[in-house]
């Protein structure tokens, strides 16, 4: 297994692994849409992302940013066309997606938490592959990455129900800093300065 840079090649793997993996807006606006914002980040300066790759399967990927604002604006600039389109059939599929579209538009869903801080956006693992240490490698490849930028802490987010989500995080030295409510879905935020990330080889 590899750990390497997100590409245009695995955008849809990665959108597929998304989707069947994570909850949230994207989700729900589906794999067209997906499918537009990873084409999108691929590209963009602005996004810290890897994919774990065993022959020719994304086995995991993480993506996250340290502006994570700027890299949202830059996405829709890359891809807009295609992120228009992938959201108006997901919002004709499911209508309810609109409100909470509208809800993050308008910033009410970006409350609780510091918006500018570096941020591990999105991480998932294939449920067949999980427990190979995957998932940690991702992680750290991430924060080395931040690290490089000049960053010394990022922050995350998890969905309050997903126990096991929340107890691989504490495992690595995250610390709670927070709970909020976006999408529906109250969430827990968690901030690691990147010293305190455990050696990978402990």
């Known amino acids: 297994m590899t750990i390497e840079g997100l590409g245009p090649q695995h955008v849809r793997a990665v959108a597929a692994l998304h989707t069947a993996s994570l909850g949230g807006l994207l989700t729900q606006l589906g794999s067209a849409t997906l499918r537009a914002y990873y ?3 691929a590209t963009s300066p602005l996004a ?3 994919v ?3 022959g020719n399967a994304v086995t995991g990927f993480v993506l996250g940013s340290t502006s994570p604002a700027s890299l949202r604006r830059d996405v829709l600039r890359r891809n807009t066309l295609e992120v228009a389109l992938g959201v108006a059939s997901g919002v004709l599929r499911r ?3 609109l409100w909470w579209l509208l809800r993050s538009v308008g910033g009410a869903g970006f409350r609780g938490y510091d918006v500018a801080a570096p941020e591990l956006i999105y991480l998932a693992v294939s449920p067949t592959q999980r427990g190979r ?6 992680v ?3 924060g080395d990455a931040v690290r490089a930028a000049g960053e010394t802490r990022f922050e995350l987010s998890v969905d ?11 495992r690595l ?4 800093v927070g709970t909020y409510e976006e999408f529906g879905q109250r969430h827990i935020r968690y901030a690691t300065t990147l010293s305190s990330i455990p050696d990978a080889k402990s």
């Open 133 to 138: 240490g995957i998932g940690r490698q991702l």
């Open 52 to 54: 774990a790759v065993e």
């Open 39 to 41: 084409r999108a980040c």
């Open 48 to 50: 810290t992302a890897f």
């Open 140 to 142: 750290d490849a991430f």
């Open 160 to 170: 309050e129900n997903n126990r096991d989500a929340a107890a691989f995080y504490e």
């Open 95 to 97: 209508p309810t997606a």
């Open 173 to 176: 030295g995250f610390t709670r």
